[in-house]
């Protein structure tokens, strides 16, 4: 395809300064920096995540059932609201 493109100063100094490094036609200088800057690029591996852990020791609050103990706090707390008279939330 032949086309006309418009440069700005700086990039048609970069432009010439790659053919004259690489002994190339213009042509093939702006072929080449539009196949790299527009084609297809290899997937980053992003770095696996590795949690630090450590050892926190034995649990010091005894044999305690948490569900348990959410659910008796939820009902008392309901209990004590019903025994309030209506309109006093």
């Known amino acids: 395809m032949r086309t006309m493109i418009v440069l700005d100063s700086d990039t048609e100094a970069l432009v010439r300064l790659a053919m004259a490094e690489r002994a190339m036609s213009f042509d093939q200088v702006i072929n080449d920096a539009l196949r790299q800057a ?20 034995p649990c010091l609050l005894g044999d305690v059932n948490f569900n348990h103990l959410a659910a008796e706090l939820e009902d008392e707390e309901l209990i004590a609201k019903l025994r309030r008279a209506p309109g006093q939330d």
């Open 38 to 57: 527009l084609g297809p690029r290899p997937a980053l591996k992003s770095p696996v995540f590795v949690p630090q852990t450590f050892d926190s020791g």
